[in-house]
């Protein structure tokens, strides 16, 4: 089975910009969260979505929003890019309730 | 607000024990996780703690006690491989992926 998958793996943009990143959970999996890790920090929450509904918001600007599809699939969408908004961006899927996150290899967004 | 506590860095011999302290203060409990990741990989998971005790797995350790919010994984027998940033984590709603983290200890292993 394949595991979580996030397009694209890296992305150049420059400030002011709009980014769009994807994510595809594992088969069956029908939670979605997205964290944004800065170098040398823990990831930190931005949102989830379970059952195609917002679930959880973290701290994030209104620039940060994101949607899950049908299929579960879900989409980050970043507007008015800062140099700040530079991260790794992870995409988790879990199963069911309380069972583990599994995270996806990440999308590296650079911010010029 | 959410807050999360464990060491920056730690170093350890090949073959020695290591212990990784996390203390936790956070809006909600469902539970607790640690994560392993290497560096420019993403986390993987290593274990789960719901209720307070002691969960084994091979060489690796979790203890959590919620009335102290605090937790600690265990690394047995290390080896070179275990060179990597440990992720606590604390799960704050029953989906179990809207996890608060810290900050990550990076251990390092030396021969």
């Known amino acids: 089975d394949a595991g979580v998958t996030q397009s694209p793996t890296h992305l150049i943009k420059t400030r002011g910009q709009h980014v769009t990143l994807r994510c595809s959970p594992i088969s069956g999996h029908k939670s979605v969260s997205w964290y944004q890790q800065v170098l040398g920090q823990g990831p930190q929450f931005i949102f989830q979505y379970y059952e195609k509904e917002e679930r959880g918001r973290g701290n994030f600007p209104d620039r940060f929003s994101a949607r899950q599809f049908p299929n579960y699939s879900s989409e980050l969408n970043v507007n008015a890019l800062l140099l700040g908004d530079s991260a790794l961006y992870l995409c988790?899927?879990?199963?069911?309730?309380?069972?583990?996150?599994?995270f996806g290899q990440g999308t590296r967004l650079t911010v010029v | 607000g959410q807050n999360i506590d464990q060491p920056t860095e730690m170093t350890a011999t090949e073959g020695a024990i290591v212990q990784i302290n996390c203390t936790y203060q956070t809006s909600g409990f469902n539970g607790l996780f640690w994560y392993q990741q290497h560096a420019g990989e993403a986390p993987t998971f290593l274990s789960y703690?719901?209720?307070?005790g002691l969960e084994e797995k091979g060489r690796f350790s979790s203890f959590l006690s919620r009335s102290k919010g605090y937790s600690y994984l265990l690394l047995k027998e290390l080896q070179m491989k275990d060179s990597a940033s440990y992720l606590c984590?604390?799960?704050?709603?029953?989906?179990?992926?809207?996890?608060?983290f810290g900050k990550g200890t990076t251990l390092s292993v030396s021969s």
């Open positions: 988790a899927s879990s199963g069911s309730l309380n069972t583990e996150a599994f």
């Open positions: 703690n719901v209720l307070d």
């Open positions: 984590a604390v799960s704050l709603n029953q989906a179990g992926t809207a996890l608060i």
